[in-house]
C-alpha cells in the first residue's frame, strides 16, 4: 500500500499506514499558517479477489485540532476511483481522530475533505467562457507562485447598467465556491436563457472564479501562499502578501460596484453562501 498526496492540491502526511485497519495520517498546515483542514490523497492498494476484499480504516489522527472542528459534526469525507465522479463514505469523529472506513474496489482511490476542484479544470472554466460573444478573459497580474489572477467580464457597459461582481475561494478549501461559479457561468452565457439575457441587458458582471489559486494548488485551507488569509486583506491588501486582493480591488475602484458577491462554503452546510 501507498499512500502519496504529491499532486494538485494534494495535502497528507503518513505516520503509520502498516496495518490497513488502522492507517494512520495527519493534515498539514497552511504554509506559514496555523490553519489546516483540508486533505486530499490517494490511496494505492492491492485488490484482492471480491471474496477477500479488506475494509480500510483510515484515522486523520489531528483532526481535533483543525481550523473549524465543529465541522466534523456528521461530516461525510469524499473519495473518487476516477477523479471525476465523487462519493460520500463512511466517516466519523471522536473529538480527537477522524475516521474513514472503506473497502476498496479498485487498485486506487483518492479521497479528499470536498470534491476537489482541480487548477486544470479552472483553466478549462476560464478559457471555455471566453468562447462566448459576451465574455472577455483577462488578465489582472500574478500571485506570489507566478499564477494567473483571472478575470471573467460577461456582457457590455452601457447608459444606466449595474456593475455586479463576483469573486468565489478566497479560502481555497471551500471548494464548493468554484463550483457554484461554473454552475452560474453555464447559465449567464447560455444564449438561450431569457432570465441570463435580461441580467445581460441591465448588468455587466465582474467574475474572479479563484480568488486563491496558490492556495488551491498547494493543499490550503485558507491562506495563500505566505499564508496570508485573503479574506482578511481588504482594508490594506499588500503585493508583498496579498497580491490577490490588491490587484483586485485595484479593478474594482477603476469599474465602480453596484453589488458585490463573495461566494464561500461551510462543512456544516449544504449550500453555498454569499457575503454581500
Known amino acids: 500500500m501507498q499512500i502519496s498526496d504529491n499532486f494538485d492540491s494534494g495535502n497528507i502526511r503518513v505516520i503509520n499506514a502498516s496495518d490497513l485497519g488502522n492507517i494512520q495520517l495527519e493534515i498539514k498546515h497552511d504554509n506559514q499558517s496555523e490553519f489546516f483542514q483540508w486533505f486530499h490523497f490517494k490511496l494505492q492498494t492491492d485488490v484482492t479477489p471480491i471474496q477477500e476484499r479488506v475494509e ?31 462519493f460520500r463514505v463512511p466517516t466519523t469523529f471522536d473529538g480527537d481522530n477522524l475516521t474513514i472506513t472503506l473497502t476498496p474496489e479498485y487498485d486506487s482511490v483518492y479521497f479528499a475533505y470536498f470534491s476537489p476542484y482541480s487548477y486544470e479544470r479552472h483553466q478549462d472554466l476560464l ?22 489572477i483571472s478575470l471573467l467580464k460577461v456582457g457590455e457597459e452601457g447608459e444606466g447598467k449595474r456593475i455586479i461582481w463576483l469573486t468565489a475561494r478566497q479560502h ?12 452560474f457561468l453555464d447559465r449567464l452565457l447560455d444564449e438561450d436563457d431569457g432570465v441570463a439575457r435580461a441580467l445581460l441587458n441591465k448588468a455587466v458582471f465582474y467574475i474572479v472564479p479563484n480568488m ?20 482578511r486583506e481588504w482594508l490594506t491588501p499588500s503585493m508583498e502578501r496579498s497580491p490577490e486582493v490588491y490587484l483586485v480591488r485595484e479593478k474594482m475602484f477603476e469599474t465602480g460596484i453596484d453589488m458585490f458577491l463573495d461566494v464561500h462554503g461551510d462543512e456544516a452546510l449544504p449550500v453555498n453562501f454569499v457575503g454581500l
Not at 65 to 77: H, M, T
Not at 128 to 140: E, K
Not at 212 to 231: C, F, I, K, Y
Request: hydrophobic residues 35%; proline residues 2%.
Open 127 to 148: 478559457h471555455n467562457a471566453q468562447m462566448h460573444l459576451d465574455c472577455q478573459l483577462q488578465v489582472l497580474g500574478q500571485t506570489l507562485d507566478g499564477r494567473d
Open 212 to 231: 486563491n489559486p496558490d492556495g488551491s494548488v498547494r493543499g490550503h485551507l485558507r491562506t495563500n501562499a505566505v499564508g496570508t488569509n485573503l479574506n
Open 56 to 86: 480500510h480504516v483510515i484515522h486523520i489522527t489531528n483532526a481535533g485540532k483543525s481550523a473549524y472542528i465543529e465541522g466534523w459534526k456528521d461530516y461525510q469525507a469524499v473519495a473518487s476511483y476516477d477523479r471525476d465522479h465523487w
Open 172 to 183: 481555497p478549501g471551500e471548494t464548493m465556491a468554484e463550483w457554484f461559479i461554473e454552475g
